[in-house]
């Protein structure tokens, strides 16, 4: 079965500390690779992908993720948070074949930056 | 540049009503996918929606059902509701088939007693 697993449910960290959110994914097919945030009472904010190429992406606000075929696994990495990074964060995957574009999300992740 | 939005906000129904929730895409985006989010999980996917035509659809019952219209909008009807579909209700648009990055919507939090 094809799904995505994100190993913390909960991270604590404290401000200006690095973060790391872990992914894993199962799928047999090839797959395009996805973090959204999502913060309190608001919809999902695409925070960076991975499609195809080089296997490190970063997002403008310094996050950064590395695809890892033969680990199935697309961490996620922050040098130094901020509290304002302070909200939940799921890893996707599309099926990189086919019409249809659903993504398979994890349970998410809530990433909390203290003082 | 119009982003996804979605209305109502928020929305409290009985067992066994129906509710109708609507999505407005993002500007030039022709493909609509809604997915439900119950609380402390992730999304799950419903179905998805291409030039007015279902084009996928997830592990969700006959009753919820949607439609998707010239201009690209799109509604999400749910018949009977159960209390398990009590959830945050996202929109998504992206622009062609087969497009791998979607946008998300704000949202509808549907509340049923």
């Known amino acids: 079965a094809q799904s995505v697993t994100q190993l913390d449910s909960q991270v604590p960290v404290f401000e200006e500390a690095p973060v790391e959110l872990r992914c894993n994914y199962s799928?047999?097919?090839?797959?395009?690779l996805f973090w959204y945030v999502q913060y309190p009472n608001q919809g999902l904010q695409l925070l960076l992908k991975?499609?195809?190429?080089?296997?490190l992406v970063e997002s403008i606000n310094g996050f950064e993720a590395e695809f890892n075929k033969s680990q199935t696994s697309f961490h996620l990495r922050k040098p130094s948070v901020h509290i304002s990074d302070t909200a939940e964060y799921f890893c996707?995957?599309?099926?990189?074949?086919?019409?249809?574009?659903?993504?398979?999300f994890g349970s998410g992740t809530q990433l909390t930056v203290l003082p | 540049e119009t982003g996804v939005t979605q209305s109502p906000t928020h929305l409290i129904k009985t067992r066994g009503q129906q509710v109708t929730l609507r999505c407005s895409s993002q500007s030039g985006h022709n493909t609509v996918s809604w997915y439900q989010q119950a609380l402390g999980q992730g999304p799950q996917f419903i179905f998805q929606?291409?030039?007015?035509?279902?084009?996928g659809r997830g592990n969700f019952p006959p009753r919820f059902s949607g439609l998707q219209f010239p201009n690209y909008s799109s509604e999400l009807n749910v018949n009977a509701l159960e209390l398990d579909d009590s959830a945050l209700y996202l929109c998504?648009?992206?622009f062609g088939q087969g497009q791998e990055t979607q946008y998300f919507g704000p949202g509808t939090r549907l509340l049923v007693l």
């Open positions: 998504a648009s992206s």
């Open positions: 799928s047999s097919v090839s797959v395009y």
């Open positions: 929606y291409y030039r007015e035509e279902e084009n």
């Open positions: 991975y499609l195809s190429g080089s296997t």
């Open positions: 996707a995957y599309a099926v990189s074949s086919g019409s249809a574009r659903q993504l398979t």
